[in-house]
C-alpha cells in the first residue's frame, strides 16, 4: 500500500505522516528529510524539487517493489509532481490520498518554531498556498489541531482499511 500524505507547511503532515508509518508499519518516506541528505545547501529551485520528488519516487518503487508499505509526506501541491507516483501505482494497486489541512491561524504559530527538517516559514506558507493545485480525485482530508493526532489516525486507519 503506498499512501501519500500531501499538504500545505505547518499543516502537520510530517507528524501525522510519521505517527501513521509506525502505526500500519510502513516506511516512511519525508521530502525535506530527502532535501537535507541531497544538498548541503539548499535552495528549494524548480530543478532542486524535481530531485528531492524524483529520489522520492526511486525510493517508493524500492519499497513496493519489496512488498512494504509506503507512507510519502510532503507538499505534493502541483498535479506535476502528483502524477508520476500514480502513474506508477496505476498497475501496483493504486496510491491512496490523505490531505492535511490547519486553520491558518495555527500553521501561524506551527510556522514560527524550528523544526530539525523543514525550513518553511510563513512566507513559503503563503507562496506554496498561491500554487496550490487542489487534487481532484476523491480522497481524506483530515482537519490537524493541536490536540487531535489520535483521532486522525484512527480516522486514516479506517480509510485505508475501507480500501482493501
Do not use: C, W
Not at 45 to 54: F, G, H
Not at 69 to 91: G, S, W, Y
Not at 122 to 132: A, G, L, P, R, T
Not at 141 to 162: F, G, H, P
Amino acid at each position: 500500500m503506498v499512501v501519500i500524505v500531501f499538504g500545505l507547511p505547518g499543516s502537520g503532515k510530517s507528524y501525522f505522516a510519521s505517527r501513521l508509518a509506525k502505526k500500519i508499519q510502513a516506511d516512511y518516506i519525508n521530502s525535506d528529510r530527502i532535501r537535507k541528505e541531497m544538498f548541503k545547501k539548499r535552495t528549494y529551485s524548480k530543478e532542486e524539487k524535481e530531485s528531492v520528488y524524483q529520489a522520492m519516487l526511486q525510493r517508493m518503487k524500492e519499497a513496493v517493489d519489496q512488498n512494504r508499505n509506503v507512507i510519502l509526506d510532503a507538499t505534493f501541491h502541483k498535479k506535476e509532481t502528483r502524477q508520476p507516483f500514480i502513474k506508477e501505482m496505476e498497475k501496483r494497486g493504486g496510491v491512496y490520498f490523505i490531505e492535511i489541512t490547519a486553520a491558518e491561524s495555527i500553521t501561524r504559530e506551527r510556522l514560527k518554531r524550528k523544526r530539525r527538517y523543514s525550513e518553511a516559514d510563513f512566507k513559503v506558507y503563503k507562496i506554496i498556498s498561491s500554487q496550490n493545485e487542489p487534487l481532484k480525485k476523491i480522497h481524506l482530508v483530515l482537519q490537524s489541531t493541536n490536540s487531535n493526532i489520535k483521532e486522525m489516525l484512527e480516522k486514516a486507519v479506517d480509510y485505508l482499511k475501507s480500501k482493501e
